[in-house]
């Protein structure tokens, strides 16, 4: 039993594919914090939706998938983040429009030019194939980048979430803090697209943070909490996609899902018993 | 008259919020050690004023000088807070001091400040409570603790009593009068003239231009409440504060002494 479930870690695909994934959603935990308390989960979902026409048209044109869906991704967040502060135009009637039509337009390009077949289905639902040790430190070295920003940010990215009128007149420069936060999320999206999937990512940002919020009150903790679970789903998903011969994306968004489910239940269960404890005077 | 004493000084400060003018040429100055309130109708720019002090609103016409290095400080409303955010009551003060070092966890020097200040407003020991498991009265002290956070010259409050109760606001004016006696400047916007505004030492009547500046009994006279508020005041005086009442004859609902003179006047 043991050693069938620890069979597939002889291979090096296998190996790299969890170092992935485990990151991958540690990260994705990690930024969904702030994209679930902004309120943001839309735009998580139609970022990860824009950077697939970049996906697209890298693939089509040949160059690196990480720097033609990164210009294409960053370009799209700027173009969300600049619209939302407008205030005559909805916010997520302008998401709607700019994300999908980027995502329409990579469905288009892969038509009309491609070859639907390994690379168009990986960048759909996620894979674990072929992930190469270059993909694991590309991914580390984002996940760096994106946990020293929330490090040394943390004060203002605190303040800006929670009370973004008060921390501009306190002296935050809340737009900078903004632009950060959706060049991260951006980042974030972009270099967990292989194992999630385009269409699963926004789930595996916006569960681990659900979970975590359901456990603390605290910021600092939902943030570790979110991290942690984020991590864990990864983890377990990849394992999960190798016995059941399932893609990763599903299986990590599946496991957090049980989470969110084993979670709810609990506090659910605790809620009720606290209303039916006699009171105590 | 000098000026080197104002912390904030508004010439002629027309500001407009798409195309329409809420505040029209305001002349205003808020002098070092002011306790002010403003006063005025829903839709006089009372916090458009505030919003203009902290930057966040810019005029388009006249000027707004603030002194040099001043610091000030803002407690909004207590009904736009995000009430649900995962914040503790500690990790809610501690915004107070954004501007301190990188380091995401407070310095030992920090937290001694920040529960110095909890301290001094009766909640010392709600640090780690949520801020949702407060009553409405320690809530609004949390607000005001991270303001006091940043040690400010100006303190500016939105509306500092609305949605609580008699005993809540006795405490908030009592604990605004020690705080400006130890030299806080202190301007808050009100609705509620007879329990926030009779009590400041000074008020402006604003309506979207500045209808009077000075003490209450100075200002608050059937003129100038007209002028501000469009509707027909009375002003009494009980033990020299002053109480500002509807006029009777605007009354819709009739007291019970003159019911059956309306009976009468109906046969």
């Given at each position: 039993?043991?050693?069938?479930?620890?069979?597939?870690?002889?291979?090096?695909?296998?190996?790299?594919?969890?170092?992935?994934?485990?990151?991958?959603?540690?990260?994705?935990?990690?930024?969904?914090?702030?994209?679930?308390?902004?309120?943001?989960?839309?735009?998580?979902?139609?970022?990860?939706?824009?950077?697939?026409?970049?996906?697209?048209?890298?693939?089509?044109?040949?160059?690196?998938?990480?720097?033609?869906?990164?210009?294409?991704?960053?370009?799209?967040?700027?173009?969300?983040?600049?619209?939302?502060?407008?205030?005559?135009?909805?916010?997520?009637?302008?998401?709607?429009?700019?994300?999908?039509?980027?995502?329409?337009?990579?469905?288009?390009?892969?038509?009309?030019?491609?070859?639907?077949?390994?690379?168009?289905?990986?960048?759909?639902?996620?894979?674990?194939?072929?992930?190469?040790?270059?993909?694991?430190?590309?991914?580390?070295?984002?996940?760096?980048?994106?946990?020293?920003?929330?490090?040394?940010?943390?004060?203002?990215?605190?303040?800006?979430?929670?009370?973004?009128?008060?921390?501009?007149?306190?002296?935050?420069?809340?737009?900078?803090?903004?632009?950060?936060?959706?060049?991260?999320?951006?980042?974030?999206?972009?270099?967990?697209?292989?194992?999630?999937?385009?269409?699963?990512?926004?789930?595996?940002?916006?569960?681990?943070?659900?979970?975590?919020?359901?456990?603390?009150?605290?910021?600092?903790?939902?943030?570790?909490?979110?991290?942690?679970?984020?991590?864990?789903?990864?983890?377990?998903?990849?394992?999960?996609?190798?016995?059941?011969?399932?893609?990763?994306?599903?299986?990590?968004?599946?496991?957090?899902?049980?989470?969110?489910?084993?979670?709810?239940?609990?506090?659910?269960?605790?809620?009720?018993?606290?209303?039916?404890?006699?009171?105590?005077? | 008259?000098?000026?080197?004493?104002?912390?904030?000084?508004?010439?002629?400060?027309?500001?407009?919020?798409?195309?329409?003018?809420?505040?029209?040429?305001?002349?205003?100055?808020?002098?070092?050690?002011?306790?002010?309130?403003?006063?005025?109708?829903?839709?006089?720019?009372?916090?458009?004023?505030?919003?203009?002090?902290?930057?966040?609103?810019?005029?388009?016409?006249?000027?707004?000088?603030?002194?040099?290095?001043?610091?000030?400080?803002?407690?909004?409303?207590?009904?736009?807070?995000?009430?649900?955010?995962?914040?503790?009551?500690?990790?809610?003060?501690?915004?107070?001091?954004?501007?301190?070092?990188?380091?995401?966890?407070?310095?030992?020097?920090?937290?001694?400040?920040?529960?110095?200040?909890?301290?001094?407003?009766?909640?010392?020991?709600?640090?780690?409570?949520?801020?949702?498991?407060?009553s409405g009265g320690?809530?609004q002290?949390?607000?005001?603790?991270?303001?006091?956070?940043?040690?400010?010259?100006?303190?500016?409050?939105?509306?500092p009593t609305a949605g609580v109760d008699a005993r809540i606001r006795h405490e908030l004016l009592h604990l605004l009068?020690?705080?400006?006696?130890?030299?806080?400047?202190?301007?808050?916007?009100t609705h509620d003239l007879n329990g926030i505004a009779t009590h400041?030492?000074?008020?402006?009547?604003?309506?979207?231009?500045?209808?009077?500046?000075?003490?209450?009994?100075?200002?608050?006279?059937?003129?100038?409440?007209?002028?501000?508020?469009?509707?027909?005041?009375?002003?009494?005086?009980?033990?020299?504060v002053?109480i500002?009442?509807?006029?009777?004859?605007?009354?819709?609902?009739?007291?019970?002494?003159?019911?059956?003179?309306?009976?009468?006047?109906?046969?």
């Amino acid at each position: 039993m043991i050693e069938e479930l620890l069979q597939p870690y002889q291979f090096e695909f296998f190996r790299n594919g969890l170092a992935v994934a485990t990151i991958a959603g540690a990260l994705c935990g990690l930024v969904g914090v702030y994209v679930v308390q902004r309120g943001m989960s839309y735009i998580g979902h139609g970022l990860s939706h824009a950077i697939f026409g970049g996906f697209a048209a890298s693939a089509l044109l040949g160059v690196s998938v990480f720097i033609g869906a990164g210009i294409w991704g960053i370009a799209s967040a700027l173009a969300i983040n600049g619209v939302t502060r407008r205030r005559t135009i909805g916010a997520d009637a302008a998401i709607g429009v700019i994300t999908t039509a980027s995502f329409a337009l990579g469905l288009a390009l892969f038509a009309i030019f491609g070859r639907a077949g390994q690379s168009f289905d990986a960048a759909l639902f996620g894979s674990i194939l072929g992930v190469s040790t270059t993909d694991v430190l590309t991914l580390a070295a984002v996940a760096t980048f994106a946990a020293a920003i929330i490090f040394f940010q943390y004060r203002p990215l605190l303040f800006t979430t929670f009370d973004p009128e008060v921390a501009e007149a306190s002296g935050v420069r809340t737009a900078r803090v903004e632009a950060l936060l959706m060049l991260v999320l951006a980042l974030t999206i972009l270099s967990t697209m292989q194992v999630l999937g385009v269409t699963l990512v926004a789930a595996s940002i916006v569960i681990p943070a659900v979970v975590a919020r359901m456990l603390t009150d605290s910021f600092a903790r939902m943030l570790l909490l979110a991290t942690a679970i984020g991590g864990t789903c990864g983890l377990i998903g990849m394992n999960v996609s190798y016995h059941a011969n399932v893609q990763s994306g599903p299986t990590i968004v599946l496991t957090g899902a049980a989470f969110f489910v084993a979670v709810f239940g609990w506090s659910s269960v605790r809620a009720a018993l606290r209303r039916r404890a006699p009171v105590v005077a | 008259m000098s000026h080197a004493q104002d912390l904030v000084r508004f010439d002629g400060v027309t500001c407009r919020y798409h195309s329409e003018a809420v505040l029209r040429g305001v002349d205003l100055s808020i002098e070092a050690g002011a306790m002010m309130g403003v006063v005025g109708p829903s839709g006089a720019g009372k916090t458009t004023l505030l919003r203009t002090i902290l930057g966040s609103v810019r005029p388009v016409l006249g000027s707004l000088r603030r002194r040099d290095g001043l610091r000030l400080a803002y407690v909004p409303q207590v009904e736009t807070v995000n009430w649900s955010f995962p914040v503790t009551v500690g990790e809610c003060v501690l915004m107070g001091r954004t501007d301190g070092r990188l380091l995401p966890w407070a310095s030992r020097g920090e937290r001694a400040e920040a529960q110095a200040v909890l301290e001094r407003l009766d909640i010392g020991g709600l640090a780690g409570r949520h801020i949702r498991e407060l009553s409405g009265g320690q809530q609004q002290r949390v607000f005001l603790a991270r303001a006091l956070l940043r040690s400010p010259d100006l303190l500016l409050l939105d509306e500092p009593t609305a949605g609580v109760d008699a005993r809540i606001r006795h405490e908030l004016l009592h604990l605004l009068g020690e705080l400006n006696r130890e030299g806080l400047t202190i301007l808050l916007t009100t609705h509620d003239l007879n329990g926030i505004a009779t009590h400041m030492p000074s008020l402006v009547c604003l309506n979207r231009h500045v209808v009077a500046v000075g003490p209450p009994v100075d200002v608050l006279t059937p003129a100038t409440l007209e002028q501000t508020f469009g509707a027909s005041m009375d002003v009494l005086v009980h033990h020299g504060v002053c109480i500002v009442v509807d006029r009777p004859h605007d009354v819709a609902l009739p007291l019970p002494g003159h019911v059956h003179v309306l009976e009468e006047a109906i046969a």
